[in-house]
């Protein structure tokens, strides 16, 4: 069974507007989560992360937010661009994880239309 | 420039062909792995590596075979092929203990017929 889900396959947003991507989990151990954004034919690359120590993160444009009691975390971004259009990727793992092992949910494909 | 390389990017073969997919990370980088992506199901762990002669198993690890002889090249061995591994390959790398920063490669297709 899945631990990590990301129940939206896609979504599509109107640029200028708030894109925001769900994510949940079910391990109780994860305490690290992070986001990657992914383009056709590249490999992932990491966007933002948060630690259960806090319930929010920033970086720009982008804002993820973690409710632990919910086993719920989200990407907010905002305003949405064009270049935004990719596949987002949710990833979970326990920060004493000497392995770095990450577990990542199913996808979300972003597209934002101009 | 830091990158993760690997070849081939494509790759058509037929069930029972033994094939291998190299990765090779110019970081130095400690921790290298590999990734299988399939429509749904996200990226799954097939073998990851902490260090020179280092390898364990991920989520996936069933038909593959890996090796850490040198620390920049983490190759992936399918030895005999089967089409349930049609998938898209990804290699990763990091320092040690730095999971925000796994550094992807390209993606390898692979279609087994």
């Known amino acids: 069974d899945q631990q990590v889900k990301q129940n939206s396959p896609s979504l599509s947003v109107q640029e200028g507007r708030i894109s925001i991507l769900n994510c949940d989990y079910t391990?109780?151990?994860?305490?690290?989560f992070l986001w990657y954004k992914k383009y056709p034919a590249e490999g992932p690359t990491f966007l933002i992360s948060?630690?259960?120590?806090?319930d929010k993160n920033e970086d720009g444009r982008f804002t993820v937010f973690l409710n632990k009691s919910a086993k719920h975390l989200s990407l907010h971004i905002v305003p949405s661009q064009p270049g935004d259009s990719a596949v987002y990727f949710c990833?979970?793992?326990?920060?004493?994880?000497?392995?770095?092992?990450?577990?990542f949910g199913g996808g979300t494909r972003l597209m934002v239309k101009p | 420039e830091a990158q993760v390389t690997q070849n081939p990017r494509y790759l058509i073969t037929v069930t029972g062909k033994k094939l291998t997919v190299t990765c090779s990370q110019n970081m130095n980088h400690e921790y290298m792995s590999w990734y299988r992506q399939d429509p749904g199901l996200g990226l799954r762990q097939i073998y990851y590596?902490?260090?020179?002669?280092?390898?364990d198993k991920g989520d996936v690890p069933e038909g593959y075979k890996v090796s850490r002889k040198e620390k920049r090249n983490f190759p992936l061995i399918l030895e005999s092929p089967s089409p349930n591994q049609t998938s898209l390959y990804f290699c990763a790398s990091s320092l040690l203990g730095r999971t925000d920063t796994q550094y992807f490669g390209p993606g390898t297709r692979l279609t087994v017929l």
């Open positions: 990833a979970a793992t326990a920060e004493n994880n000497a392995g770095n092992m990450l577990t």
């Open positions: 948060i630690s259960s120590i806090k």
């Open positions: 391990n109780s151990m994860f305490d690290y």
């Open positions: 590596s902490m260090n020179v002669e280092v390898t």
